[in-house]
């Protein structure tokens, strides 16, 4: 997963490249999409990277948030996901 950064990168920085002045409006609303859907994915996996981590136990705080907390909500998550309907 971790391999997948780069490119979204890439993508996200040939979208502000084409955000420079010079375009038309469609292709600008274009341009907006793209960088907007790569930040999108740029958020999902480092979602599923620190998802992965705290499954492993690795998760270390970040923004305030304590671990237990984090474990609680994540143990709490895999429950209800495993309920049968």
Do not use: C, W
Request: hydrophobic content about 40%; charged content about 20%.
């Amino acid at each position: 997963m971790h391999e997948l950064r780069t490119p979204i990168g890439g993508v996200m920085g040939m979208a502000s490249l084409l955000m420079m002045p010079g375009l038309d409006p469609t292709q600008q609303r274009y341009a907006k999409l793209m960088q907007g859907s790569a930040q999108t994915l740029l958020l999902l996996v480092n979602d599923i990277l620190d998802l992965a981590k705290l499954e492993r136990g690795q998760f270390t705080r970040r923004g305030g948030v304590r671990l237990d907390i984090a474990r609680r909500d994540a143990a709490q998550a895999g429950h209800l996901g495993s309920r049968s309907t």
